[in-house]
Structure formats: structure tokens, C-alpha cells
């Protein structure tokens, strides 16, 4: 079934029709394929590939080669939902060249529609206004920002004193003012999100913030169940995908033992007679 290509204005239409948005993780084709024609609104090409796929222990080693070989894999899987790629760790603190040169890559050579920048403060607000103005639409990211999560004493919810409130409010509105078109809010809690995304005109996507967001984004490997590493409260699984995996290779490798595979159904046959004359 055709399905309309997802537009920025198509996801601020959304939230003014209280239209949840729905997004989700890829980093290959297959993937994206899998979610596109699944109706994922926004398909995220997020640095948690180190953790899921590249075997890292945190998203800080991802350099903008992988996430470029990432997203352009992604790409092709994807005919209707809106790319988006994020921007790994340090591909957007040294310059204002360099990261419209980082972003402009993701774009222009991996193929997505958007990058994602976490974190904010004066120096990554400058950031994005320069890839903004650059004509790159971007998507922030508040609340437990694990780029930088030793800063924040590790991976935990933040924002749950009034102090700490306050301030990620004064980001979210920071960002939307420096044009970002949507913001991830991760790890905070569920009434603060409800309250700041009533208070801005850009949707707010929640990831471990609860239902007020305007839209929701999981790491796909942890919804499907493929990683089978501490799963976070935020996570629902529906499906046990590495279970299914493991019980399908065992069974192939019993097959294999046993000599029941491949059998004639799974071979490729010719004539006896043209056996003829073959060197033993």
C-alpha cells in the first residue's frame, strides 16, 4: 500500500490534532524496511547503534563514518517515514564549519531528511542555528542526554527537582527558539514532559517521559526483544525476537549434525546420465 512521505509540517499537524507520532530506530535496510511499511511516522538512525549493533559500551566511540554508513543503509528502506539521524558525540562541539560540514554529510551523502543534536546551553544552541540556517532542519534532545551522561552522574531521570525542572523547561524553550522542529525528551518525569510539550508549538517525543508527550520513540532492538541485555522501565517489549533467533539457528544446527539439511526439497538436481564422464 502507498503511503504518504512524512513531512516536517505533517508531524507539527499532528500535535496540533493531538495526532500521537509514532517513532522507532533502524540501522540497516532491512529495518527501516520492516518499520517503514509498518507506518512508523519517524524512523531514528540514533548513535545507541554502538550500543545495539556496534557492541560499544555507550554511545560516545560512534564517529560520523559509522553513523554515515548507517543512515545511508537506512535510507533505502524508506519510502515513507521522515529520517532522521543523529549527530554523534563530538561531530558538533569543535566549530561552527565542522558540524554544518557533519550535518551536511548525514543529509547530503547518508540521505536523511533531519539530524538530531543532543544537549543545549549556549554552545549547542549555536550549533543549531548554524544548521538551521544552513537549511538543515534539526531535532533536539533534553533530559538525560547519555552523550554526555557522566556530566549528569550517570544514566538517570533528570529534572526531578523544581531547580532541575525549571531548567530543562528553559532548554526546551531555548531550542524551539533557535529552530529546532521537534524535541526528544528523554528519561524525565511524566508530568513535567505533559507540561512542557503543552507549552510548546513543536512536538515533543518521549522516550521514558511518559504519555503527555506528543509522540513516543523506542530503540527498536529493545522493543523487539533482539537485545537481551538490562532492559530500562521505560521499555515495553512485544516480542521476544532473540528467543525466536536462537531457537531457529539451534534447529539449523541440528538439522546440519544430522544430515537433514539440506534434503532434496532444499537441492538442486540433474540428470544421471550427464554424470557420464566426469574424473572420479
Known amino acids: ?26 540501522y540497516d535496510y532491512p529495518m527501516a524496511l520492516i518499520l517503514d511499511s ?18 560499544y559500551e555507550s554511545t560516545v566511540p560512534v564517529t560520523m563514518d559509522e553513523m554515515v554508513h548507517h543512515t545511508k543503509a537506512a535510507r533505502k528502506g524508506v519510502n515513507h517515514a521522515l529520517l532522521v539521524a543523529d549527530m554523534p558525540f563530538m561531530s558538533f562541539n569543535i566549530s561552527r564549519e565542522q558540524t554544518i560540514t557533519n550535518a551536511g554529510r548525514l543529509v547530503k551523502e547518508a540521505g536523511a531528511d533531519a539530524v538530531k543534536m543532543e544537549g543545549a546551553g549556549e554552545g549547542v544552541i549555536t550549533m543549531i542555528r548554524a544548521v538551521v540556517g544552513a537549511g538543515i532542519p534539526v531535532m533536539g534532545h533534553i533530559g538525560l542526554t547519555p552523550q554526555t551522561a557522566t556530566m549528569l552522574g550517570g544514566l538517570k531521570v533528570q529534572g526531578k527537582t523544581g531547580q532541575a525542572a525549571q531548567q530543562i523547561m528553559r ?14 525528551f528523554e528519561c524525565i518525569p511524566d508530568v513535567l514532559a505533559e507540561h512542557i510539550s503543552r507549552a510548546l508549538k513543536i512536538p515533543s517525543i518521549g522516550i521514558g517521559a511518559g504519555a503527555g508527550c506528543d509522540g513516543q520513540v523506542l530503540v527498536t532492538h529493545d522493543m523487539v526483544g533482539i537485545t537481551e541485555r538490562f532492559v530500562p522501565k521505560f521499555v515495553k517489549r512485544y516480542a521476544q525476537a532473540a528467543q525466536i533467533m536462537r531457537e531457529a539457528a539451534e534447529h539449523y544446527v541440528a538439522d546440519v549434525r ?4 539440506p534434503d532434496s526439497a532444499h537441492s538442486f538436481t540433474m540428470k544421471p546420465e550427464d554424470l557420464k564422464g566426469l574424473e572420479p
Not at 6 to 19: C, E, F, Y
Not at 258 to 261: A, D, H, I, S, V
Open 258 to 261: 544430522g544430515k537433514t539439511f
Open 38 to 55: 509498518a507506518g512508523v511516522d519517524c524512523i531514528l538512525v540514533g548513535d545507541s547503534v554502538g550500543n545495539v549493533v556496534l557492541g
Open 1 to 26: 500500500m502507498d503511503q504518504k512521505k512524512i513531512t516536517i509540517p505533517d508531524l507539527i499537524k499532528m500535535k496540533q490534532a493531538g495526532t500521537p507520532i509514532a517513532m522507532l530506530t533502524a
Open 171 to 184: 532548554q526546551a524553550l531555548e531550542l524551539e527558539q533557535a529552530g529546532c522542529f521537534g524535541i526528544v
